[in-house]
């Protein structure tokens, strides 16, 4: 069974810059693809950045070259490096495990920015 634990939410101004990490239970980490979504009130679920098995990355536009997604294979942990933080990017953030087509997801955990 899958667990993921989202830590490193919390709140900062803009321009300030927080890491996520999803730690992953379970054997089938490095063969999942890993995602980070993100849900801001009275929007819907949408996808910040993700990596693939192989590395392979994928930015939202809203986010290139701001953030920063990675993962460790060793520790079952990928993480979301935060930077140049916008009002805008508050929301709560999940953490999304990808394989065969199941999804698992965490808890999440929120961001806030203020201006």
């Known amino acids: 069974q899958v667990q993921l634990v989202e830590s490193g939410g919390g709140s900062v101004q803009a321009g300030g810059s927080l890491r996520l990490s999803c730690a992953a239970s379970?054997?089938?980490?490095?063969?999942?693809?890993m995602g980070w979504y993100r849900q801001a009130p009275g929007k819907q679920r949408e996808l910040a950045a993700a990596i693939t098995r192989g590395g392979t990355t994928n930015y939202a536009d809203s986010v290139k070259g701001r953030f920063t997604i990675s993962r460790d294979n060793a520790k079952n942990t990928v993480y979301l490096q935060m930077n140049s933080l916008k009002p805008e990017d508050t929301a709560v953030y999940y953490c999304?495990?990808?394989?065969?087509?199941?999804?698992?997801w965490g808890q999440g955990t929120q961001v806030t920015v203020s201006s």
């Open positions: 999304n495990q990808e394989f065969l087509r199941v999804n698992y």
């Open positions: 379970g054997s089938i980490f490095s063969i999942s693809t």
